[in-house]
């Protein structure tokens, strides 16, 4: 029996222990986590597909999308109610000019040379510019006339006579006169209507030959239609001012063809960042900006911002390059590596076949990409959390399960090491019962088989008459051992215990004693002692023991 529960311990010792493989439970723990891998990869292809890992992006498309239609509409309304306006401001100030030069017995052409005509008409363009700021969304009001006060002085070519005059609170909903003050003109308009003076004041306006000025009335000169000739000029600071702004320039033509001069309204930055910012409750930095557009490239330097764009990144003295698309949405180049995403729309400030319609213009809504992907990020967390938690409580449940499932195998075991085959518990599992069972089974029958009062004989020292077919036996039995489990017995035969040979085979004190189990085992006795008393008897009866 003690053989049989040997044999049985050895095998589960080479099958199931790190010295010679993987462990039953190690085996089935590994499946049950290949299993669970299976399912986990099948879960993300899945996520993937269905592009919940790109959510954040989306939303932020669709964020971007909804901001982009309201601030194009936004900007299109507007800058094209301002043009309308605009063209009607100038053909009333031309006809309030020509019908004050006519109570002057004077014509258009007079402005130019007779200086003193300037100021009485100006003084007849307050009110209506007053009354056009009032009524419209613009920051200031201009007018400027193609005449200077001193056309004998040094530099009087770029100097013009003219009015502005700005609104300090332009996005108010009640606008009166004491929020509208006084930048250009003469000074005896502005104390005579009591209008407070700024600081920037200058008398004339200074006029660049590339400017807006000249510009406009180049265009009204080749199309005399002020609904076609007006000229929205990027955003610039006018000579003397500080404050970034849009120009509506509008030609004033008379009755008799001759350009007066250009009026119109001023857009500046605090006014279009108030129209114009992005809902910023999503995307912090998000900004929008309206530009000049050359093929893919928007040009950021002539371009009106709003939103919580940086202006030390140098973006506003820079171009942006639409490039490649991110989950719907443009990526927009920089110089200096920086990189937006966002969408943009073209929009016209100008009629068709105007003078200036080929000038293309577009509105974008954008952020950084870092915050794009960032965001994106952050959406994706809890689903990689989520996942993580569910492969640690996987592979939990598999350790779980790979220890419970084998308890009643390895329990079963451990009864028959001490209590022997016959007792060894049901584990409920149909294959390991059955192979129990067989063990148990073959080794009652080699029990009975045994002959124990020839073994007994041998061990007390009174060999029996058939010594020699017992020797046979053992030889026979001797050419079952291993090369090495031969050598382990041979220096039992010398006389060295297990420790000497340890250090005479150079193993370990546990690799010896799974030798001498199975060398046990093989040779059908139960201890040392029992195997040394047959050899003491055989050598006595004059029989070599040693095992070649």
């Known amino acids: 029996m003690k053989q049989r529960l040997a044999k049985l311990n050895a095998l589960f010792h080479e099958l199931f222990s790190s010295e010679s493989g993987f462990s039953l439970r190690l085996r089935l723990f590994s499946f049950l986590i290949l299993f669970l891998s299976a399912i986990m990869l099948t879960l993300l292809v899945i996520l993937f597909s269905t592009g919940v890992f790109s959510v954040g992006l989306t939303e932020s498309r669709i964020f971007l999308e909804n901001e982009l239609n309201h601030i194009a509409k936004n900007t299109k309304n507007g800058y094209g109610t301002l043009s309308v306006e605009g063209v009607a401001l100038s053909e009333k100030i031309a006809a309030q000019i020509e019908a004050e030069l006519g109570e002057n017995g004077a014509i258009p052409a007079d402005l130019k040379t007779d200086p003193a005509l300037l100021e009485r008409v100006l003084q007849s363009c307050v009110d209506p510019l007053m009354a056009a700021l009032e009524k419209n969304a613009a920051s200031a009001v201009f007018t400027i006339l193609d005449a200077t006060v001193n056309p004998g002085l040094p530099g009087a070519e770029g100097s013009r006579a003219g009015l502005f005059m700005r609104n300090m609170e332009p996005n108010a909903v009640n606008r009166t006169n004491p929020s509208i003050q006084y930048m250009r003109g003469p000074i005896t308009l502005a104390r005579e209507r009591g209008i407070r003076v700024l600081p920037q004041w200058e008398m004339e306006f200074t006029v660049q030959p590339d400017g807006f000025f000249y510009k406009t009335l180049q265009s009204a000169a080749n199309s005399p239609d002020p609904s076609r000739s007006?000229?929205?000029?990027?955003?610039?600071?006018?000579?003397?001012?500080?404050?970034?702004?849009?120009?509506?320039?509008?030609?004033?033509?008379?009755?008799?063809?001759?350009?007066?001069?250009?009026c119109g309204f001023e857009v500046n930055a605090m006014l279009f960042k108030l129209q114009n910012t992005p809902y910023a409750s999503r995307h912090k930095r998000v900004f929008s900006l309206l530009a000049p557009i050359s093929g893919d490239t928007l040009d950021a330097s002539a371009a009106m911002f709003a939103g919580s764009y940086d202006e030390k990144s140098g973006l506003t003295d820079s171009t942006l390059t639409a490039g490649s698309q991110n989950a719907g949405m443009t990526t927009f180049a920089a110089p200096g590596g920086l990189r937006f995403c966002g969408l943009y729309q073209e929009i016209n400030l100008y009629p068709k076949n105007a003078a200036h319609s080929g000038e293309r213009w577009a509105v974008a809504v954008m952020l950084p990409e870092s915050d794009l992907n960032g965001y994106a990020m952050s959406r994706n967390i809890p689903i990689l959390l989520l996942l993580v938690f569910l492969l640690v409580l996987s592979v939990g449940a598999a350790s779980l399960i790979s220890r419970r499932y084998l308890a009643p195998v390895l329990h079963s075991i451990d009864k028959m090491k001490t209590q022997g085959l016959a007792e060894y518990t049901k584990t409920h599992i149909r294959e390991i019962d059955d192979l129990f069972a067989f063990l148990a089974e073959k080794d009652a029958a080699a029990n009975a088989e045994r002959k124990e009062p020839k073994s007994a004989g041998i061990e007390a020292g009174r060999p029996g008459p058939d010594a020699e077919a017992m020797f046979l036996e053992f030889?026979?039995?001797?050419?079952?051992?291993?090369?090495?489990?031969?050598?382990?017995?041979?220096?039992?035969?010398?006389?060295?215990?297990?420790?000497?040979?340890?250090?005479?085979?150079?193993?370990?004190?546990?690799?010896?004693?799974?030798?001498?189990?199975?060398?046990?085992?093989?040779?059908?006795?139960?201890?040392?002692?029992?195997?040394?008393?047959?050899?003491?008897?055989?050598?006595?009866?004059?029989?070599?023991?040693?095992?070649?």
């Open 230 to 262: 007006y000229y929205w000029n990027p955003k610039s600071v006018l000579d003397g001012d500080y404050e970034e702004a849009m120009l509506l320039c509008v030609p004033m033509i008379a009755s008799d063809g001759s350009v007066l001069g250009v």
């Open 475 to 548: 030889s026979r039995k001797f050419e079952t051992l291993s090369r090495a489990e031969k050598s382990v017995f041979n220096l039992y035969v010398q006389g060295y215990d297990a420790k000497e040979i340890t250090q005479i085979l150079c193993l370990s004190i546990n690799t010896i004693k799974t030798h001498n189990k199975r060398i046990y085992w093989k040779l059908g006795v139960n201890s040392r002692k029992e195997l040394m008393g047959y050899l003491r008897k055989m050598r006595e009866q004059g029989f070599d023991v040693h095992v070649e």
